[in-house]
T-cell receptor, first 113, second 113 residues
Framework: EAQVTQNPRYLITVTGKKLTVTCSQN?????MSWYRQDPGLGLRQIYY???????DKGDVPEGYKVSRKEKRNFPLILESPSPNQTSLYFC????????????FGPGTRLLVL | TQLLEQSPQFLSIQEGENLTVYCNSS?????LQWYRQEPGEGPVLLVT?????EVKKLKRLTFQFGDARKDSSLHITAAQPGDTGLYLC?????????????FGKGTKLSVIP
């Protein structure tokens, strides 16, 4: 089944404790991105990647890192999480830069205490 | 500054009624997408419109892209309880080797049986 998977789905952590949210897609998509969704603010793009080893900042990249060493995986790294990073995170992928249909993962709900 | 303004933010209607959701911007987009999101899940693409003035129909849903490619509308005829959800519009912009999708804050629709 074609899908985007994220792990974990739920995470509670404390300020400053490094964490990684994994994202994997099995559709051989080139384009992948991370979003956060907050009440009243909607979905905002954090980082995106157009292909392996090619990443770029979205609208709200501060406090986040990403890597794209393999085509199928696009982990989101929070080196030192803070409470303002408490949010619902979505990973998405699409076939390529010009294939604009994005497929979203199920989301990761993060609480930073 | 919110690039895409959606209205209304909340809409509660009776089953069988018609409704229209609007997505407006001062910017021109290469494409405009509509997504539907249910609680606990990621957004799912409903439609993509790319040509100014384009109209697409998906059963009881009608999508229109403005002539100037700055705005769009979603019209639902004879709403059903199954239409309940968060409707998101997203504008795509392609640059030199880059692509970004910007989301509106969404319209939360409740259809009461």
């Amino acid at each position: 089944e074609a899908q985007v998977t994220q792990n974990p789905r739920y995470l509670i952590t404390v300020t400053g404790k490094k964490l990684t949210v994994t994202c994997s897609q099995n559709m051989n998509h080139e384009y992948m991105s991370w979003y956060r969704q907050d009440p009243g603010l909607g979905l905002r793009q954090i980082y995106y990647s157009m292909n392996v080893e090619v990443t770029d900042k979205g609208d709200v990249p501060e406090g986040y890192k990403v890597s794209r060493k393999e085509k199928r995986n696009f982990p989101l790294i929070l080196e030192s999480p803070s409470p303002n990073q408490t949010s619902l995170y979505f990973c998405a992928s699409s076939l390529d830069l010009y294939q604009e249909t994005q497929y979203f993962g199920p989301g990761t709900r993060l609480l930073v205490l | 500054t919110q690039l895409l303004e959606q209205s209304p933010q909340f809409l509660s209607i009776q089953e069988g009624e018609n409704l229209t959701v609007y997505c407006n911007s001062s910017s021109v987009f290469s494409s405009l997408q509509w997504y539907r999101q249910e609680p606990g899940e990621g957004p799912v693409l409903l439609v993509t419109v790319v040509t100014g003035g384009e109209v697409k129909k998906l059963k009881r849903l009608t999508f229109q892209f403005g002539d100037a490619r700055k705005d769009s509308s979603l019209h639902i005829t004879a709403a059903q309880p199954g239409d309940t959800g968060l409707y998101l519009c997203a504008g795509g912009r392609s640059g030199a080797g880059s692509y970004q999708l910007t989301f509106g804050k969404g319209t939360k629709l409740s259809v009461i049986p």
